[in-house]
């Protein structure tokens, strides 16, 4: 009995001391009920990335709106000068190498753009709407414009052929999966180049991505994406009128899509008119109240959008400063 039991303390100890040196495996191996379930906890967050090679009021938007759903936030090409947008893909590559030293391949993370996005709904949400897509696959935001390449309107679609909805074409400020699987293509995107080179960051991401895919399937092994056509966790705002109504009945102030009646997770305002539409959702959503957060605690920082966010974007406003296409009345 003596002798059990001593065998059991050293055991228990050698788990102890081996943990620190070879955290990992030592984990599986030797604490396999400890090692599963540190493995449930990393898997269940989601790592969002947004690359920002400058701070600005709309990142600290995303970073807080990130933080309050439960997402791990990250920017990435801080302090780095921008010379294009595939900026992006190369920030993102160098930092998603980084993260799967420590983090297992199934590991979802979040590709966002910096300055023109926000979160508004829960990392568990996300995981449920992930969960309807295959194993191994990547979820990618989708809009109505082929842009900015319209050459590809009949390709893409041939790519795409689910045409239920009119958000039809990838967007490449938001994307979502396994972190195995988004180091995969953001490697591709830089690395496998028509002429063997990095990709240069004066080429446009979207352009690149678009080409990409088209590639891939070509040569018979199209990559494991789908689009967001119902708009479950992007939604995509580069529209000649809201598709979609803010919702402030429950808990938190939500968008609906009035076509899908989906709520995304994201607002992605992105293009001209994506831009004012995510000024006047900022201000009808009250957002920072809700994620409190002041414009006074802001005004350090530049900001991107056409007023500053939480600007009431008045008639007068629209009237004097967004283009002729925002909505009805709107001068050009």
């Known amino acids: 009995m003596r002798t059990c039991a001593l065998l059991g303390l050293f055991s228990s100890a050698l788990c102890f001391l081996r943990a620190p040196m070879h955290r990992s495996l030592a984990l599986r191996r030797a604490c396999p009920a400890r090692g599963r379930r540190t493995a449930r906890a990393a898997s269940s967050a989601v790592h969002v990335l947004a690359c920002a090679t400058e701070y600005r009021q709309e990142t600290a938007i995303l970073q807080r709106s990130a933080k309050r759903n439960g997402f791990r936030f990250h920017t990435v090409g801080l302090g780095e000068p921008w010379r294009g947008f595939a900026t992006k893909f190369l920030a993102y590559e160098r930092r998603l190498r980084e993260l799967r030293e420590r983090l297992p391949p199934e590991q979802l993370v979040m590709l966002l753009d910096a300055w023109d996005t926000v979160i508004l709904g829960s990392v568990e949400e996300l995981h449920q709407k992930m969960a309807r897509l295959p194993p191994g696959w990547l979820l990618c935001g989708a809009e109505r ?113 009035q076509l899908t009646q989906s709520q995304p997770l994201v607002a992605h305002g992105n293009g001209h008119t994506g831009r004012w539409f995510l000024s006047a959702m900022y201000s009808e959503m009250k957002l920072l109240d809700h994620l409190g957060l002041s414009m006074a605690e802001l005004q350090h920082l530049q900001h991107e959008m056409p ?7 008045t008639e007068e406003i629209k009237a004097e400063y967004c283009p002729w296409w925002y909505m009805p009345g709107c001068s050009s």
């Open 145 to 257: 414009v082929c842009g900015p390449n319209h050459f590809l309107v009949a390709q893409i679609e041939a790519l795409f052929p689910d045409g239920h909805t009119p958000w039809r074409y990838p967007n490449s400020g938001g994307l979502v999966g396994p972190l195995e699987v988004m180091l995969e293509l953001l490697h591709d995107l830089v690395h496998d180049t028509e002429n063997g080179l990095a990709l240069p960051a004066e080429e446009n991401d979207q352009v690149r991505l678009h080409d990409f895919l088209i590639a891939r399937a070509a040569q018979g092994r199209a990559f494991p994406m789908r689009l967001d056509t119902d708009c479950e966790v992007f939604q995509c705002m580069y529209e000649e009128q809201p598709q979609w109504q803010v919702d402030l009945s429950g808990q938190k102030p939500r968008l609906r899509n």
């Open 307 to 313: 007023v500053p966010p939480g600007t009431e974007v």
